[in-house]
């Protein structure tokens, strides 16, 4: 019984820990989503930048592990603004497929740059940080996990603040409300939208950071899986709630922890997703989603 | 007047098939036509039939879905293992490959009546991505089985499929949705894309066309997933992920949702434009990328009209005209 429970809570924190990934990159998501009212298909894609911006920073260049993440981040918010600029703000008034066609595009367009630069093997992640695991009687808590969930967790509370308190927040929330509106009350939609996709981009790098330390290799095609789960995790608490996302990517995280330990490893991605597709048949609008109502 | 009436509406497309197939008949006949080239006659016919299946449910109900993939691999497997078995029966092509294509449509449309009740309560992004997932639980949960070969892939499928009897599956499938999409139905269909709401206080059954939608499209993906199956000698489910799905999309996309010609035209040239770029080796799928990039920026954007007018012979034409006619007019003046 005993170990029932400490294999639960091991798995509840790894779970914790990955979740917390997901969170981040289905912020992006679901920030882009909420403000441009478009799927960036290509946001998986930058975790991948981002690791490989850390190990060509840390690895080929020497830098400390700091300044190494400060260049990811720099890196994913120019790649990010820059392809907004020029793959997305042409179609600002197209159908949303073809902009979602685009996005798939600037998806395959770095996923080939980064097979042509370096190569299909899969590169080993460096350990950017010692921490020693806590242990709590049978429990173990490994250092990575915690400053995984530390950091992602200052993160959340930081972006809270951000799109709550500052004015360049509100501006957010405006031109997701109502873009029209929003123009004529003298916001910049498009450097609104240009701040929206700094901001994801940015915590692309930094999931993408954790995403190599957790799994220790990364490869051209890394940012696809996660990605598609990130999205799967921003549609789970509802796309567009910036809450939902952080509440969806937890939870999406803790199930497939438990059921690559409590059922099978194969059938967890199944499980996962049969449990978004549960949800959504009971709330079509995802878990905090709003529900709007369609007019005449 | 009559060659004319070949040349328009269904017909120009009836048209089209048969003159493309008659080319590569001559071709192949007098062995102009390398391996490779002979090779891609199979995917690009069964990319046809999953474009225009996919553009029904996009283009003419106006509903993303992501899981065309996982009907196609549903109908491959149902199809490839009655094919199996019947070849052990010793049953004839002629008789076998029918009844696995039929069988494998019906695979695939019973998969879709089972995923379609539930998911179609859900609209737009949400609807996108629960299929996206469902086609992800079947590829996971066909990794899993042991008679569908598990990771490994199912082998021993005798190789029937041919461009003949692709050409012949097409034409069907021609009929039957030009059928569909231009009956009663087919507007029904589009009257719900266009207004949901005002489609039902008009009293169309706006579940019923959604769900029929959905089955008649994951039928001809499951063909198309048997005559894939039937094209080589290993089927992997891992071939059915949701990048097949999303690279179908393209193809729906770039030859213009709602029309069938352009699905049909689109996905001869995307299925052969990265073998085109084989020349350039490893660069093939980026210049793939940055083409797709940038014709959906021309294409789309409100910025470039005036290269899509510039492009467009019919507007050069018409310009042409009007300035003549004006310039007849002052003349007359």
């Given amino acids: ?296 | 007047m009559k060659i004319k009436k070949l040349f328009t509406g269904n017909f120009k497309i009836y048209s089209f098939m048969v003159i493309a197939f008659l080319v590569v008949f001559v071709l192949s006949q007098m062995g102009l036509l390398s391996r490779h080239a002979s090779s891609l006659l199979v995917p690009i016919c069964i990319n046809i039939i999953l474009a225009v299946s996919l553009n029904l449910n996009v283009g003419f109900l106006g509903e993303l879905t992501l899981g065309h993939a996982g009907f196609m691999s549903v109908g491959a497997y149902g199809g490839c293992l009655l094919s199996i078995a019947l070849e052990a029966a010793a049953v004839p092509v002629l008789i076998r490959f029918p009844i696995a294509m039929i069988f494998g449509g019906l695979v695939a449309a019973a998969f879709s009546v089972v995923i379609g009740i539930p998911v179609l309560r859900l609209k737009g992004d949400y609807l996108a991505i629960v299929t996206l997932a469902f086609g992800e639980i079947i590829r996971s949960v066909i990794i899993n089985l042991n008679f569908t070969g598990g990771a490994a892939g199912l082998k021993g499928t005798p190789q029937d499929s041919n461009y003949i009897i692709c050409f012949v599956v097409i034409m069907i499938m021609l009929f039957l949705l030009l059928h569909l999409v231009n009956s009663k139905h087919g507007r029904a269909i589009t009257a719900i894309r266009d207004n949901r709401i005002a489609a039902e206080a008009c009293g169309i059954n706006v579940t019923y066309y959604r769900l029929l939608t959905f089955v008649v499209a994951a039928f001809f993906a499951g063909v198309a997933g048997v005559l894939y199956g039937h094209n080589y000698s290993i089927l992997t489910a891992g071939t059915f992920d949701y990048n097949k799905s999303i690279e179908i999309l393209v193809i729906v996309v770039l030859g213009g949702m709602g029309s069938i010609m352009g699905s049909i035209i689109s996905a001869i040239v995307i299925t052969i434009l990265p073998e085109a770029f084989r020349a350039v080796g490893d660069y093939r799928m980026l210049i793939y990328a940055i083409v797709l990039i940038i014709v959906m920026i021309v294409n789309a954007s409100d910025r470039f009209i005036w290269l899509k007018d510039l492009l467009n012979p019919k507007y050069q034409i018409n310009r042409f005209r009007n300035q003549r006619n004006a310039k007849k007019g002052k003349e007359a003046l």
Wanted: aromatic share 10%.
């Fill in chain 1, 1 to 296: 019984m005993m170990n029932f429970f400490t294999s639960l809570i091991n798995n509840l924190i790894s779970g914790l820990s990955v979740g917390s990934i997901y969170a981040l990159i289905a912020l992006g998501y679901t920030m882009v989503y909420g403000i441009a009212k478009m799927l960036n298909f290509a946001h998986g894609d930058i975790i991948m930048v981002g690791a490989f911006a850390v190990i060509v920073s840390v690895s080929s260049l020497g830098l400390p592990s700091i300044i190494a993440i400060l260049i990811a981040v720099a890196v994913c918010v120019v790649l990010g603004v820059v392809i907004e600029a020029i793959a997305y703000r042409p179609l600002r008034n197209a159908s949303p497929l073809a902009v979602l066609i685009t996005a798939i595009g600037v998806s395959y367009l770095l996923q080939n740059l980064a097979l042509l630069i370096f190569g299909s093997t899969q590169y080993s992640f460096p350990r950017l940080f010692q921490m020693e695991a806590i242990h709590f009687g049978q429990i173990t808590i490994s250092g990575q996990s915690i400053i995984t969930l530390l950091v992602t967790t200052i993160i959340m509370i930081a972006l809270h603040f951000f799109i709550n308190q500052t004015k360049i927040g509100k501006a957010m929330r405006a031109v997701s409300e109502d873009k029209g509106a929003a123009e004529l009350m003298g916001i910049s939609v498009n450097r609104t939208i240009s701040v929206t996709f700094a901001i994801g981009s940015g915590l692309a790098a930094i999931a993408g950071l954790f995403y190599g330390l957790t799994y220790g290799f990364i490869g051209p095609y890394t940012g696809s899986m996660p990605g598609i789960k990130a999205f799967v995790a921003a549609v789970f608490g509802g796309i567009g709630s910036i809450p939902g996302a952080m509440l969806g990517g937890i939870l999406l995280g803790v199930i497939e922890s438990f059921s690559k330990a409590y059922i099978s490893t194969e059938l967890s991605d199944a499980i996962v997703f049969g449990i978004l597709i549960l949800v959504l048949t009971i709330r079509p609008f995802g878990l905090l989603g709003k529900k709007t109502n369609e007019k005449v």
